[in-house]
């Protein structure tokens, strides 16, 4: 029976490369892909899914919680986390969440088909970047979250107290990718909510 691949990732860019990756391996596995967690866990209620490759940070919920939510209902699912987040706390939570596997989207493409069989074959896969995570070793030689210069934009603002709504009219862009953004630098800081964002991003020095 062909095994099937849900690929979980909002940018289209990166399913293409995904699915094309996936289709030129010669594993003879099967994808499909959905933009947004609750979609990806409505396609697991209607097919037969074996191994996700999920994108963390999504615009509607947290990989956190789409792997929380898909383990408690597919214990036998295997989920492999794709994310461009290098904290090690984001890989603790995930893990903790029952990810199988956790690889960085820079990772070149034989580790990716790498962890994409380890994971289907019942093992944990840790990429080599993600390894050097879990050793104490810091992908950023500053030890501060690395924030996009748009990141940077959206918590000055925040931290002036606008709204997503005016956040994003001020930057011309949606509501949905303020709050996408919000999402991603509440990861990055280990906040539980803006207050504690905001008071983390000023310690640090990132604002004023």
């Not at 898909?70 to 890989?91: D, E």
């Amino acid at each position: 029976m062909v095994k099937k691949v849900l690929i979980v990732e909002d940018h289209p860019i990166v399913t293409e490369s995904l699915t094309r990756l996936i289709s030129e391996s010669g594993m003879g596995l099967e994808c499909t892909h959905a933009e947004t967690g609750k979609k990806g866990l409505a396609c697991l209620n209607g097919s037969h899914i074996d191994i996700v490759l999920l994108d963390i940070n999504l615009p509607d919920i947290t990989g956190q919680e789409f792997c929380k939510i898909a383990r408690s209902r597919f214990p036998q699912l295997k989920i492999l986390a794709i994310t461009s987040l290098t904290q090690r706390f984001v890989v603790d939570q995930m893990l903790q969440c029952g990810a199988n596997g956790f690889i960085l989207k820079t990772s070149d493409t034989s580790e990716i088909i790498n962890a994409i069989k380890q994971v289907l074959e019942g093992e944990q896969y840790l990429g080599s970047g993600v390894r050097e995570l879990i050793k104490g070793k810091s992908v950023e030689s500053s030890g501060l979250p690395a924030l996009t210069k748009r990141e940077i934009e959206i918590l000055m603002l925040i931290a002036d107290g606008l709204t997503n709504q005016e956040i994003a009219a001020q930057l011309y862009i949606s509501s949905s990718t303020v709050d996408s953004h919000r999402k991603n630098l509440l990861l990055k800081f280990n906040a539980k909510n803006t207050a504690i964002l905001i008071k983390t991003a000023v310690s640090k020095g990132i604002i004023s």
